[in-house]
């Protein structure tokens, strides 16, 4: 038997949400919103990954941006949990440089820990069956994989990447036969129905020296770069701000495409059946319970959420209506992913408090 | 020749404006609303009967309640208009007892004039003319005549009651030979084909005299009581307050009731072409031009309206979308009527600060 896994989580909290705009802002982007259940996605993601299970959850790493230090610290406190550090990036540089400066610091702090690097803006409904897939993957990792988790496909999705499972290493862990970019629909089909591709949850399990040597092979500035970033970091307290010369130098890129895509230590657990979603629009969004605020009569499969303002609907179908106290949202279910489009149009405008 | 008439307007601006929420509420109505231009429908119906005409308008007399008065004062301000008196009704006693109210103050104050009873919170796009239509109905109103004004219908409406023209008096003037209920599809057809069914607008010209004797005639308490809280009504400067006690002796009923479908007096003007509207639903109202808080993207027949939050609508049809600071309203327009369901519900859960 293998001794009980020690896990470093670290927490991305740098998305800004703009599909689920107006209630996703740019001071407070949908990470930090209670939109599934009564605490935010960053707080349940938080959540998910300490306490009791198959593994040691270390104190988790936050890293984010400076805009959201104090909105970090409010929502941990309300939690009850304290993070290890709250990393701040001066700059946005993409996945890859994050997940460097994860391996650093893991590998100078983490007691011989595995990092697990997770966004904070996905719902896992199942916790404890996600807990089980890091616990499975975390042999692997130890060995020196870099751990992807596949996401069992419940509907033929154009809008992920998907993974290719190839040969099995353990149960329910295989080597990556291959990362597949978004598909169109015939593609997504005929993946729904073989069972060897998975969602790309985008979230990754990996021991610091493993991702640290990937780095080196494949981006080494960034891993030089976001490492040197990380050493001249400014501490005050459990915040680091990472030295802004140095992070600028990272090329910005994806850890799909800096690193696993090309690696050939990437592995995946899967198929993780966990409810999983990226909750990446307004679909994913259940109607609110019980919400005094919300007068729904005779509307169908009809999505309505507020945050202030009462919503009186009568008689639509397929619609998505949101209201926050200066904004309201009215689209239909299937064009949920365009609300991109106002974001832009209001960023043309400068609009920029409604941003 | 006849001498030039003397026209005393009474703006009747009681009403409630249910199915405009959540713009009207029942501290603001949708009468002191800038719905179809920048003015009020108050302010446009006050200044429409003032001014330059073919008959001379004395200042105008506003029947309204007391929550309203110091709205009609700030709105008669605004356009720079004195009323000859804001008088205060107690408690609503609907349409008849205004009529007498009205009659018994021209009698009283308006040397020789024909009273003109109006409601507030109707559109009339082309007001010279309409007071074209008035100066029209002035000679018989002169005669004893009670005029109404039969508007032109432009489709088979099931809303409205119509009024039928019988033998001419003048050019465009004629007897009424009845008043039609609200009709049924094919009725309104029919009604719409024979050109001799006007819309009735609830407006109205007569002589105090002749009004009184009617309802002396046909509703003498309304008559006796109403004349009765005028004459005790309590002046401070241009407000009556009405006396409570009498009016509410007054039995509740609609002028059409109680005077016009029993009187041999009535008189019809029409067909009125003036570009009227009661404005009686969302469906009424234009989109607002060049609203900078609205980002409307491939939407078609959609009717966006805010008085505060930006509202950003994407491919939606045939949908109305108001907004308020404190509420929303989304409602397809053939069903824009049911938006009185939204006020019953509010009345029914105790939400006074929504009503």
Redesign the interface.
Known sequence: MTRRAIIQPVIMSGGVGTRL??MSRAARPKQFLPLVTSRSLFQETVARFSGDADVDFLPPVIIAGAVHEALIRTQLAEIGIAAAAIIIEPMARNTAAVAAVAAAWTSANGADALTLLAPADHHIADGAGFRAAVARGAAAASKGAIVTFGIGPTEAHTGYGYIEAGAAIAPGVAEVAAFREKPDAETAARYLKGGRHFWNAGIFLYSPDAMSGELDIHAPTIRSEATAALQGARKDGAVLKLDASRFALCPSDSIDYAVMEKTKRAAVVGPVEAGWSDIGSWTAISPAADD?RI?S?DCKRTIIR?D?????????ED?I?V??????????RP?AQ??K??VD??KA?K?EE?L
């Open positions: 705009w107006p005094q007068i009569v507020t202030g303002p009462t919503i009186a609907a009568i008689g639509v619609l209506i209201a926050t106290g200066d904004a309201v949202l009215v689209v239909p064009r365009e609300v489009i106002i149009h209001l405008a609009r409604l």
